[in-house]
Nanobody, 123 residues
Framework: QVQLVESGGGLVQTGGSLRLSCAASGRAFSYYYMGWFRQAPGKKREFVAS????????SYADSVKGRFTISRDNAKNTVYLQMNSLKPEDTAVYYC????????????????WGQGTQVTVSS
């Protein structure tokens, strides 16, 4: 079991930046493949980014590639999502998720979820 708590969301103007954090507690954090997902109003939850156990491998949705960076600090049991050049279409609730199996982009494969943090990008 792992518990996840996101923070860092807020209101930002187009072109601005935010850094989301996801603090984990419970079983050893380095055992988990970590992902960020987001859900905009009226839309399905979608994959944003993921990172391997030691942080050597990352994956991004095409819509955020080149603007967002996922990273992790296993000593602090935390995964981050640095979001730059934000656009109004990035507005969503952002969720952190953990999975013991590497490589999936499907939310159904992730076992543990945080409560989400709201990101709003004004035009």
């Amino acid at each position: 079991q792992v518990q996840l708590v996101e923070s860092g969301g807020g209101l930002v103007q187009t072109g601005g930046s935010l850094r989301l954090s996801c603090a984990a507690s419970g079983r050893a954090f380095s055992y988990y493949y970590m992902g960020w997902f987001r859900q905009a109003p009226g839309k399905k939850r979608e994959f944003v980014a993921s990172i391997s156990y030691a942080g050597r491998s990352t994956s991004y949705a095409d819509s955020v590639k080149g603007r967002f960076t996922i990273s992790r600090d296993n000593a602090k049991n935390t995964v981050y999502l640095q979001m730059n050049s934000l656009k109004p279409e990035d507005t969503a609730v952002y969720y952190c998720a953990a999975d013991t199996t590497y490589g999936s982009r499907s939310e159904t494969d992730f076992d543990f979820w945080g409560q989400g943090t709201q990101v709003t990008v004004s035009s």
